[in-house]
């Protein structure tokens, strides 16, 4: 006790000794480890984040010599060059085609990771027969592939969806995989010992306590399904953002082309906020637990 109440009074005389170091433990830290930010304070950092990047973009562009600042257009270029393609070329038919191909693929995907993965984590024998292809396939490109749908479904929108499925589902199933593993064991003790079945424990136990993960690693990967989006697009498509991007590159309107960039960007982003909405009121629990 004596030890402790001599360790206060020395630091109390250092600092009283020492009044900038007090100053300066006193003061608050910029960056703190382990805090969180209001949701005004997040949109007020999210907002300067995306002042600079235009602003870095802006200045790059003056810096640019004349007469190649037409393969790097300002930020308003881009935004006029998307304007006229709503107003004057139908643009958003096919921004509406892209995410019908988006989203349908990756449900598709969903369909076939969501159970798989929790299979495979639930019961070893699975794991151990369908593991080991499924880790090899993540190695795969799936552009590799294009060739190969195109002969199977040809140039439709089946092969352009299956391209999506392919770059998708063996990553979300190894995600799931291991989401189902991170379940803490006494859950799953318990509902035995209370006599829950094999199918209740997978089905209310696992797969609820692992669904945040889960919707987690849905919303991580379906941001890889728009990174294939316009390789889907640009193979013998008629329409879509990525055909769109395509045609602009062969007139070199690097504007249009960003246009494209800058649509998918836009999609992303508010793919990303349903996600995280979606997920804040499907699991109240999850939000008490990380608050």
Known sequence: MS????KEMSDTSIKA??????????KPKKLQLLVTLSGKQTMTYGLIGALVFFGLWEVAHLLTAEEAKRFLPSPLSVVQALITLIQEKDYMADVGISAYRIFGSFFIACAIAVPLGILMGCF???????????????YLPAASFIPLLLVWFG????QKMALLVLGVVFFLIALILDNTEAVAKELIEAAQT????RREIVINVVGRAASPAIMDSMRNMIAVAYTYLVIAEIVAAQDGIGAVMMRAGRFLKVDVIMAGILTIGIMGVLTDIVFRVTAHYAFPWNRKRKG
């Open 124 to 138: 070893a024998p699975i794991r151990a027969l369908i593991n080991p292809v499924i880790s090899g396939a993540r």
């Open 3 to 6: 030890s402790v109440q001599g």
């Open 155 to 158: 140039p439709t929108d089946s």
């Open 17 to 26: 000794g020492n009044p900038e170091l007090t100053k300066t433990r006193d």
């Open 194 to 197: 209370m006599g829950a079945s």
